[in-house]
């Protein structure tokens, strides 16, 4: 997908710090004594790096070549280890009930509906009973909603700025409890800040657990 292998080349899109919610989430994890956690759409490492360091055996799905090389080569820099494939995210290439832990912020609402359902089918699978995964997905409440060219409900293809031609798919509470039916829904909110021209930005923080009982 030569669009994310050219978002990659721009510095502003390899951010250096883990996001706020996954560094609570992991310190959660560590309590509950996980161990196995997949980053899935790794990006260009951030996430991938930070749980490394923090002593999880990690996993890492994504889609962009260059995007692997620079997770590759930041780990090799600080002499940690991870397991990396390139996959698009509704394929996990890995076993059932593998991971006590997902963590996928900003990547699955990159996609038609459709393939974002694959996408948490396969999360199901490879989520051991009781693991948890932490996403960060878009919201309506966004200023983006409805810009570019409408692809079907709720998904529009971005025509101007960094992410030229990638799909966007927002979702509001309704839609994410339907999204995430077979799932425990242990948090779900909304983040939202105003930047400077008064423009409202708005994901959703979603925390979702698989059953022991499954």
Known sequence: MPQWDELFRDERFRWPEPAEEVVAFAQELKRRG?????????GAGRHVVYLA?????????DISPRGLEYTEAWLQ????????????????????QYFDAIVS???????????????????????????????ILQSKRSYHYGHGEKLEPDTFVAEHG?????????????????????FIIVTLYADEFEDEEHRRHSHWVVI?????ST
């Open 208 to 212: 979702v657990e698989r059953s022991k």
């Open 77 to 96: 820099k600080e002499g940690l280890r991870a397991d990396l494939q390139l996959s698009d995210m509704t394929v996990i290439p890995y076993p059932n």
């Open 162 to 182: 960094a992410d030229t031609g990638i799909p966007h798919h927002f979702f509001d509470e309704a839609g994410l409890r339907d999204l995430f039916a077979d």
């Open 34 to 42: 996980a161990r196995r956690v997949l980053d899935l759409g790794f």
């Open 53 to 61: 360091r923090e002593g999880f055996a990690v996993c890492g799905t």
């Open 105 to 135: 912020t900003y990547v699955i609402h990159h996609n038609t509906l459709d393939n974002i359902r694959r996408c948490v089918d396969e999360m199901y699978r490879v989520l051991a009973p009781g693991g948890r995964a932490l996403l």
